[in-house]
């Protein structure tokens, strides 16, 4: 059975026609093909390069499962929204308050149409959006810079393009991983039902520091 609050889209690209769908389920995806498009690329180096790792984020509570599946069932494109860990220091902002956009990735042959644009439309189209502080980490390690065919720092504006029209800001912080590379890249939405004592806890966990 789909998810209450599923949508779905049909996107036409120069080479075909590709299905977007939000909150896909285990069973939705169990079915379909994935590892072929995020591993033929000697130097790509994707987040997510098992079928299992999305089943394993849709079975979690909240998560947001977001896939681009050509008409003979191929994933050529993925996000995902689910809580940090709970060794990540966000969780001490509060019990479910953060959810990050831990993956946006589109397979090299299906990049430049508007693939990614569009998941990260339907990935953010949550009903607890005004609840939460959604975030994303960009790691430059984790950026296919030749496949894009562009330096650090132009992805990461890149990044900051894709982010910023869905409310996203940059927000500095001293997390040991962020701060390992200039370019890497902090970014956030505050929904509006989250209270000032919640945003200035945000703050303060930015840098570490517990109230």
């Known amino acids: ?51 299992e790792s999305l089943i394993r984020a849709a079975s979690s509570p909240d998560a947001n499962v977001t896939l681009a599946i050509t008409t003979d069932g191929n994933i050529i494109g993925l996000a995902i929204l689910e809580y940090p860990r709970a060794d990540e220091r966000w969780v001490r902002v509060g019990k479910r308050v953060m959810a990050e956009v831990s993956v946006i990735e589109v397979s090299r042959p299906w ?10 439309h339907l990935l953010l189209d949550h009903p607890l959006k005004p609840d939460r502080i959604f975030y994303m980490v960009g790691y430059s390690w984790t950026w296919d810079l030749e496949g894009a065919g562009i330096p650090p720092v132009c992805y990461r504006d890149m990044m900051i393009r894709l982010f910023t029209p869905h409310g996203f ?34 703050k303060m966990i930015r840098f570490n520091i517990d109230d």
């Open 169 to 202: 800001k940059t927000y500095q912080t001293n997390e040991p991983n962020i701060m390992l590379r200039p370019e890497n890249l902090f970014m956030a939405r505050i929904g509006e039902n989250i209270s000032e004592s919640v945003r200035k806890r945000f």
């Open 1 to 51: 059975m789909a998810h209450q609050h599923q949508k779905k889209a049909n996107w036409l690209t120069h080479r075909g026609m590709v299905n977007i769908c939000s909150f896909c389920s285990p069973d939705e995806i169990s079915p379909l093909s994935f590892r072929e498009a995020f591993t033929e690329y000697a130097h790509d180096n994707p987040i997510i390069s098992e079928k």
């Open 111 to 120: 990049r430049s149409t508007g693939i990614a644009r569009e998941l990260l």
